[in-house]
C-alpha cells in the first residue's frame, strides 16, 4: 500500500507562521496602522489564544479553526509591531527628534573610511546633541563624507568628532523609476548626512570600539594586505576582496557590470554559496576526526562560530545571515543526529531574521536568495531526472546545468522586476565561473593560511592571479557575444505576481499530476500577458516632458508615445554611469526609445511646441526686447546658470509654471524661487522636489 505523502504544511509548519508574519509586516509599512491598533490586537489575540487552550479538549477539537486564526492574528500583530518598533523614528532618543541647527554633534565612526572619486565615506552613529550647554544623548545613524585632503586626520573605526556643520536630510534625486535611495538607507535607521570640508570638525582623543568589532575590522585589514601583497592585478585584487570578504571598495566598476550582465554577479555579491562553500571545506577537515570523541563534540561548535565569524566580516547581508542560520540548524540537527525538513528551515530561516530586521522583506538580497534556495530546492532534482548520464564527468556537468535552470524558475520574474534585464547566456557563464570562483575561494582560504610563509604565499597568489584573471577574461567575452543581454524589461508588482502564479500553477500540474491546476496557470498566464498589453498600449499613448534631477547637468525628455527626444548635455549620453542611473531607469518605465526628432515637437529659438504647450527653455544670457504684449507660454525651463531677473521675464512671458533645473547654482535656485514667491508664481526646483513631469496627454 502506497504511504501518503506529507502535505508541505504539515511537513514544514514553519511556512505557516511566516505568511501572518510578513502579511502584517507589508500592512504595518504601507497602511502606518495606528500603534493602539496593533496592541489591541496582539492583547486580545494572547488572551483568546489562552483561553482556548484552557478549554475542554471537545472544543478544542470541534473548533479547531478557531485556534488558527487566533495565532495567525497573533502572528499578523507581531508583524505590525515589528515594523513600528524597528522604525528608529518611532523611538524617543532618535536624533530627528532633538537636533536643531546650530547644535553641536558628537559621532562615533562604526567603520573603516571607504575611498569615493571625490571623497571619503563612513557610517557613523550619533551619540550626544549639546544645545545652549546641556548635553542630550541620542540614537540614529549618519553618514558622513569628507572631502579628500592632505590634511585629513586619522580616522579608523571608533574615532568620535564632534562638528557644528548643518545635517541634511536624505533625499531621492525623485526622478521617475530610480532607485529609492531614501527608503534604503531608512531600512538601515539613517535619515541624514554631512558633508565635511578641511577644519569643519574635531577629533576627540578617545576612542568608542566594541571588541568584536575591531577583531573584525582589523581580521578584513589584515585580509585585504594579504591579497595586496601577493595577488597582482587591480582587478584581480578588487574581485578576490569581494569574493572572500565582501570588501567592494577596490571592484572595478565595469568589471561589476560585466558579471551583472552575464547573470554571475551572485558571484561577487556575498552569499549562501560562499558559506556552504565553507561549510563544505569544514566538513572535509573535521572528517579524518570523525571518530575522536573530543573533536566530535567540538566539530559543531567550530563550524557554527566560524560561519558567523565570516558572516560578520562579509558585512552580514540578508542573504548571507539566511545561509548563516539555515547551516547552523544543519549544524545542530546533525549533532543530534535528527534531519530537518529543508522547506520548514528555510521557512524558520526567514521567520528569524524577519523578526531581527522586518525590513529585510524588501531586500532584493533577501529576496533573491530565498527564492534561488527554494527554487532549486523544488525543481533541482525533477530537473536532473529528466536525463540520465552514465559517465561520472558528464554527469557532474548535468548537475551544474540542472542547478543553475532550477534556480532561474523562481528568480527569473523577481529578477527583472528589480534589474529590468535577463542575461541570456546564464547557463554557459554559470557553468564555468561558478567552479572556477569556488576553487578560487578555496584557494583564498589556502592563501590567507600559508601568507606568514612568503614562498608558497606567492605561488598561491599567483595561482590564484591567473585564475581571477581567467575568470574575468571569460565573463567580459562573454558579455560582448551577440545578444548576450535581453534587456530594457519592464514588470510591474501586479504582472510579477501573475507570472508567479502561472509558474508556480503549472509546476504542481507536471509535478504532482493536479490538472485541476492547469487551468488556473492558464488564466494567471492570460492575466499576465493581458495586463502587460495594456501597459504597451498606455505607452503607446503617452505624450509627457521630463525635466531630470541631475546635478550639475541639463536633462530633458520630449516623450511622445514610444519615442523620445533629447534636451541636454552630450556627457549623458556619453557616460554610461550617469545615464544608466539618472536616465534609464525612466526610460526603462515609460518603454521609450530614442529618435533624433519628434514629429510632434517643433522649436524655434528656445521657444518649443509640444502638443499644445509651448515651453521655453533658457540655457544662457538673452536680451529682452520691450513689447507692450506679453508672450505666452506654459512652462519657463531655467538652466545652467544664466544671469536675469524673474520679474524682467515675468514681464515679457505670460507663464505661471517656472522649472530651475539641476544645472543652476543652489543660491540663484533660491534667489529665483524666492521671486517667484513674490511675484505669486508657481516655481518648482528640481533639486528640491524632484523631477519635473509634464503630462500632455
Not at 404 to 419: E, G, K, N, R, V
Not at 433 to 439: E, G, M
Not at 466 to 482: C, G, V
Amino acid at each position: 500500500m502506497p504511504v501518503k505523502p506529507i502535505p508541505i504544511w504539515k511537513e514544514a509548519p514553519f511556512l505557516r507562521l511566516i505568511v501572518p508574519l510578513a502579511l502584517g509586516i507589508i500592512v504595518q509599512f504601507y497602511l502606518q496602522v495606528s500603534i493602539t491598533v496593533s496592541v489591541v490586537d496582539l492583547s486580545a489575540s494572547i488572551i483568546l489564544y489562552l483561553l482556548f487552550q484552557l478549554n475542554k479538549s471537545f472544543i478544542q477539537f470541534k473548533l479547531y479553526w478557531l485556534n488558527g486564526i487566533i495565532l495567525n492574528s497573533l502572528l499578523f500583530s507581531i508583524g505590525m509591531l515589528l515594523v513600528y518598533y524597528h522604525d528608529i523614528s518611532h523611538q524617543q532618543k532618535w536624533i530627528g527628534n532633538y537636533y536643531k541647527d546650530g547644535d553641536a554633534v558628537v559621532a562615533t565612526l562604526q567603520e573603516p573610511l571607504s575611498e569615493k572619486d571625490k571623497s571619503f565615506k563612513a557610517l557613523a552613529s550619533v551619540e550626544y546633541i549639546i544645545s545652549h550647554d546641556s548635553i542630550k544623548p541620542v540614537k540614529g545613524s549618519i553618514l558622513l563624507y569628507f572631502k579628500k585632503d592632505s590634511s585629513l586626520p586619522q580616522l579608523t573605526y571608533g574615532s568620535q568628532i564632534i562638528f557644528t556643520k548643518q545635517l541634511q536630510l536624505i533625499k531621492n534625486s525623485g526622478n521617475p523609476g530610480t532607485f529609492d535611495y531614501q527608503r534604503y538607507c531608512a531600512f538601515q535607521d539613517i535619515y541624514h548626512q554631512v558633508f565635511f570640508k578641511s577644519g569643519e570638525f574635531v577629533v576627540l582623543p578617545n576612542k568608542n570600539e566594541n571588541p568584536i568589532q575591531k577583531f573584525l575590522f582589523t581580521a578584513q585589514e589584515k585580509t585585504v594586505s594579504i591579497f595586496h601583497k601577493y595577488i597582482q592585478g587591480d582587478k584581480e585584487k578588487g574581485l578576490a576582496e569581494a569574493l572572500l570578504i565582501g570588501y567592494k571598495d577596490d571592484l572595478d566598476k565595469n568589471l561589476v557590470q560585466s558579471y551583472t550582465n552575464t547573470g554571475v554577479v551572485h558571484i561577487i555579491a556575498i552569499s549562501g554559496m560562499q558559506l556552504a562553500l565553507i561549510y563544505g571545506f569544514l566538513i572535509i577537515i573535521f572528517k579524518p576526526f570523525r571518530k575522536i570523541r573530543f573533536i566530535k563534540f567540538l566539530q559543531p561548535i567550530i563550524i557554527i562560530i566560524t560561519l558567523w565569524l565570516f558572516s560578520l566580516m562579509s558585512g552580514a547581508s540578508a542573504s548571507v545571515l539566511r545561509a548563516a542560520v539555515m547551516l547552523t540548524c544543519i549544524v545542530i540537527g546533525e549533532s543530534f543526529s535528527k534531519k530537518a525538513s529543508i522547506h520548514n528551515t528555510l521557512a524558520a530561516s526567514a521567520f528569524l531574521l524577519l523578526c531581527y530586521n522586518p525590513f529585510w522583506l524588501w531586500d532584493v538580497g533577501f529576496q533573491l536568495s530565498y527564492f534561488a534556495v527554494l527554487s532549486i530546492v523544488i525543481f533541482m532534482k525533477p530537473i536532473y531526472n529528466l536525463v540520465y548520464i552514465q559517465n561520472k564527468s558528464l554527469d557532474f556537468i548535468w548537475q551544474l546545468t540542472a542547478v543553475s535552470l532550477s534556480a532561474q524558475i523562481l528568480t527569473t520574474p523577481i529578477s527583472i522586476f528589480h534589474f529590468h534585464q535577463f542575461p541570456n547566456y546564464f547557463l554557459l557563464t554559470n557553468l564555468i565561473a561558478v567552479p572556477l570562483s569556488s576553487i578560487v575561494l578555496f584557494g583564498e582560504i589556502l592563501l590567507c593560511a600559508v601568507s606568514f610563509i612568503p614562498v608558497a604565499a606567492k605561488l598561491f597568489g599567483f595561482a590564484l592571479q591567473k585564475l581571477i584573471w581567467l575568470m574575468n577574461s571569460f565573463i567580459e567575452h562573454m558579455e560582448t557575444m551577440p545578444n548576450a543581454l535581453w534587456n530594457n524589461l519592464q514588470i510591474n508588482i501586479l504582472q510579477t505576481i501573475f507570472l508567479y502564479a502561472a509558474i508556480i500553477a503549472v509546476a504542481i500540474w507536471l509535478m504532482e499530476k493536479k490538472k485541476n491546476y492547469l487551468p488556473i496557470g492558464l488564466v494567471a498566464l492570460f492575466g499576465f500577458v493581458a495586463l502587460r498589453s495594456f501597459s504597451f498600449w498606455q505607452a503607446s499613448q503617452q505624450q509627457q516632458l521630463i525635466v531630470y534631477n541631475v546635478p550639475q547637468h541639463q536633462a530633458i525628455d520630449f516623450i511622445d508615445g514610444k519615442d523620445y527626444s533629447f534636451k541636454g548635455d552630450s556627457i549623458l549620453s556619453e557616460d554610461g554611469f550617469l545615464q544608466n542611473f539618472h536616465l534609464k531607469p525612466s526610460r526603462i518605465m515609460h518603454r521609450i526609445s530614442e529618435t533624433n526628432e519628434l514629429a510632434s515637437v517643433q522649436h524655434g529659438n528656445s521657444i518649443f511646441e509640444f502638443g499644445s504647450k509651448r515651453i521655453l527653455i533658457i540655457d544662457q544670457n538673452i536680451s529682452l526686447a520691450s513689447s507692450i504684449t506679453k508672450t505666452k507660454v506654459d512652462v519657463i525651463i531655467i538652466s545652467k546658470n544664466p544671469s536675469l531677473k524673474i520679474s524682467n521675464l515675468a514681464n515679457a512671458f505670460d507663464c505661471n509654471q517656472w522649472i530651475f533645473d539641476a544645472s543652476n547654482s543652489n543660491w540663484k535656485i533660491n534667489k529665483w524661487q524666492k521671486e517667484c514667491e513674490q511675484l505669486h508664481l508657481s516655481s518648482h526646483a528640481v533639486v528640491d522636489k524632484g523631477a519635473f513631469v509634464l503630462n500632455l496627454d
